[in-house]
RNA sequence: GCCCGGGUGGCGAAACCGGCAGACGCAACGGACUUAAAAUCCGUUUUCUCGCAAGAGGAGUGCGGGUUCAAGUCCCGCCCCGGGCACCA
C-alpha cells in the first residue's frame, strides 16, 4: 500500500475566475483565518491517525461505512457531501462512546484508467497509484475520520488474490462455471456487461451506445442459487433499508410461481414445454409460441420459418431502447394440450424470451393482454375460459384477474387459485408438468476481455480441459509490461510469458484465461477486508468479522440499488456458506443521499459544472464545504450547491469564531456556573434546546439542515445576549457549544477547544448531557382563535392548566371583542399552545 | 400503463403526532459604523385591502371537493415534476 505524504499542502492551485475570500480586518479583534486554522490541525493530526480502531468487547461497536470510489483523480463536492454525512454521523458516535470503524479504500481496477492509459500513454497502474495519492491528500486536507491504517486498493495483488481465492472456492461448489451465451457487448467499452450493467439497452457507462448480443465463451456465478434467499431475506432489511432500493431488488429478482406443462406436437410426438403462471387458463390456449432461438425452431421448422427466425434475431440483437411491435410466423406444426381440448398452431414469436422460463409459451389470448395483441394482429382465436366471480367479463379487452373457470372440462367451476393448485397436481402425477418457479434475474456474467482487472485464476488445457489454478499459485499477477491499443482483444493475449503455462493436472502446454474480472466482484466484499486489511494468509480472520460486522449504517448512491447493492448481498451469502463469515446480510441499515446539482444539471465532467474539493478548501475552507453541504438541503434530497449559500455557512463560521475567541479568556478564568440572570438563563436554555434538537437530529433522521439552523439560532440568541451573561455562565457556555459544534466543523470546533484552554481532540470528549430543567421556559406563548381564526396571543407561565388558560383567555380585550355578545358553544384547549373559542350567533 | 418520491415566499428550505404556515440561511432593501467602500452589527422582507400612523381586515402551502373546533399535514378525484419497473408469460 502506498505511503503518503500529510496530505495538508495548500498549495493547490485555482482556476483563474476563482477569487479567493479576502480576510482584511480593520477590527481589533482576531479574524477567522480559515486557512491558518485548518493547515494547523491538519498538520498537528497529521501523524496520529487519530481514527485508528481495535477490537474492544467492552464498547459497543459501531460499523460506519460509505462506499468506496474509483479514483478518478479528483474529488467534488459530489464526493464532499457523500463523506461529510457519514464524517458528522462518526464523530457524533465517537463522542457518545462508541467504538467506531470507519475505513476508507479505493476501487481502483477499471476501464477508465485503461482509457486513459491509451489516450496518454501513461499505464493503468501509475495513473491509478498517482490519482490515489491525489485524492488520499483531499481525504486529509478534509479531515474525515477514517482509520487509514485499513486502507485498502482493489489493484493490488495482496487484494485481489482473494478475488481469485473466492472465484476458486466457488468454481469448487459449482458457482462459478463457464458457458456460451448470449452476452451484452458494448461497443464503446469493448467489453462484455452484465445484465445489471445494461440501462434501456444501453451501456450503464455510455447511456446513449445500444449493447450488441455476442455469442460468446463466458464465466458466470451462479447468483441464482441464491435468487429465493436474496428476496426472502430483503423482509430482514425492511426499515433499514430504503423501501424504493429494496422495492427495485424484488422487481430485478422477479419471482413468479406457476407451472411448466409439455404440449405434444402433432405427427413427431416431440414435447414443447411452456412456463405460464395461469396453468388455470390452459383450455383457453388458442397457439403455442417459441421464441426464435428455440432449439425446435432449427429442428423441425423449415427453412422459410428458420430464416423469418433468424430475422428476429438479428433485429432484436440490434434493438435500441424501446419497444419492438410483436412479430410472429406460423411454424406449420400444431400441438395439443396434456388437459386436452384439441390440436392449437405453433408460431414463432419476437416477444417470447429464450431467457426466461422455457422460452416458449401458450398464448391465451382471452386473458392476456400481450396475447390478446398477437392473436388479434394474426387472425387467431380467442376462447375465454374465466369468468369473474361477480358481474360480467369487459368486452374487447383481456380478462387477466382471477375468477371461476369454464369450458375447462374437470376444472370448469372451481376457482382459479384452485384450478391451479389440482392442474398442478395432476401433471406432476401423471408427469407431463410441475408445479414452478421462475426468476427474471439471471446468473452474473463476469468475464471482461479488458486489461485492467482481475485476472481470472482458470488455464485452459488440450488435454484436461478447464483447470483451476491452484490455491498455492496465487496471486496470479496482472502483468506490468503490456501493450495497450485499445484494438482486438484481451491485452492480455499478446504477453506469451502471461499466457503460456503448463497445466496444473498434466503439465502439457497450456493457455491461461485471459480475460479478467467485472469490477464489481473487487466491490462486492471490500468491507470485510477493511477488518483485518493486512492480512496475508486469508481474505480476514473471522472472529474480526464476528465483532464488527454486520455493518451498521451504508450511505452511497441510489444508482447501485441492483448492481452493488445485489451482488453484495449474493457474495454475503456465499462466504456465509463458505463458513467464513455468520451474517447473512451486510449491512442493517442503509442511506441513500442525494445528488449534487450545479446550475440545474448533475455534477459531472461532462456537462463542466464540476464544482472541485480544492478550489472549496481553499476558497473557503473545508468546514465551510462541509457546513454547506448538511445544511443547504436534508441529506436524502439533491442538494444545488450555489456559492452565495457557501458564503452565508462561511459567515456564520467566522460569527461563531469571533464569539467565541473575543470571551474566551473570561470562559478559560471564570469557574463554570448555573445561570445567574435573566440573559444567563436565557442563554443557557437555548444551549440544551439545541443540544435536545441536535441529539434528536442525530438518532432518527439526520436533519442535519435542521441541526445547524439551531445553531444558528444559539448564535443569534447569545449575540443578543452577550453584554449580559455573567462569566460564570459563559465558562458553562462556551465549551459546549464548541462540542456541539465539533461534528459539522471539526477543525475550527479543535482550535476553539484550544482557545477556551482544553487538550485532546474534540471527537474524543464526550458529547454534553442535556439539562431539561434548563431548557425549559419560564412562560409560554398561548394562541387564542374564535372560530379557528387567531384573533390573540397572550403569554402565560409555562405549565398552566386548563381552566386557569381558559379563564386568562375569556378575560382578554381582544378575545372579548370577538365574542361579545354571542354563545361560546365550546372551547377547545391544548395547554402550553392554542385555545380556539367556538362561537355562535 | 403500474409502483415509489415530490410540488410551500424572489431562491435553498422549516413546520417530526392534525394545533401560530414560512424557523434558519441566501438575495433584496433600510439603518449604525466609515472620508468612502468592504467587512461587521441592528432592522424590514408571503401577498392584497383600508389607514398619516399604531393598527385592523381578507387571501394564501399545485388544482377541485370532503372530514374536523382546527388541514401544508388525513380522505376522495385530478394536474405537473423526478425516479424505478414495463412484452418476464
Redesign the pocket.
Known sequence: MTTLRSGCSSSISLEPRVRPLRI?N?MPEKPYDHNQIELKWCERFSGANLFEVAEDPARPKYYLLEMLPYPSGTLHVGHIRNYTIGDALARYKWMRGFNVIHPMGWDAFGLPAENAAIANKRHPREWTLANIEKMKAQHRRYGFSYDWSREVSTCEPEYYRWNQWFFLKMFEKGLAYRKKALVNWCPECATVLANEQVVDGCCWRHESTPVEQRALEQWFLKITAYADELLAAIGELEGGWP??VL??QR?WI?R?E?AEVDFTLAESGRKVRV????VDTIFGATCVIL?PEHALVEELCGAEVRAEAKRMIDARATKGPG????EGAFTGLYAESPFGGGAVPVWIG????TG??TGA?MAVPAH?E?DLEFCTKYGIAVKAVIRPVEGEAPEGVAFTDDGIMMDSGEYTGLTSAEGRKRMCERAEREGFGKYAI?F?IKDWGISRQRYWGTPIPMIHCAACGTVAVPEKDLPVVLPINIQITGRGRSPLENVPEFVNVSCPQCGAAARRETDTMDTFIDSSWYFYRYCDAQNANAPFDSAKIAYWFPIDQYIGGVEHA?LHLIYSRFFTKMMRDLGLIANSEPATRLFTQGMVIKDGKKMSKSVGNVVSADEMAERYGTDTARLFALF???PE????W?F??V??AY??L??VYRFVTRNADTARTARATGPANEADKAALRKLHQTLH?IT?DFD?RW?F??SI?GL??LM?EL??HESEITPGAMATLLPDVVLLLGPFAPYLAEELWEELGRTGPVCKQAWPAFDAALAVEDSV?V?V?V?????A?ITVPNGTGKEELEAAVLADG?VKSHTEGKQIA?M?T?PG??V?I?VKG
Open positions: 482584511v480593520p423501501e424504493r422495492t427495485m422487481n422477479g413468479s406457476g412456463f405460464t403462471t395461469r421464441a419497444d419492438i411491435e410483436k419476437n416477444f417470447v424470451l426466461y422460463g409459451i392476456d400481450r421462475t427474471r441492483i443547504a438541503a436534508p434530497k439533491d442538494l444545488d450555489q452565495s449559500g458564503e452565508g459567515r456564520f467566522a460569527r434538537r434528536e432518527s436533519h439542515n435542521t439552523a444558528m439560532e443569534n449575540y443578543e406563548e394562541v382563535q372560530n379557528g381564526k387567531v384573533r396571543r381582544r365550546k377547545i391544548v399552545k392554542l380556539n367556538v
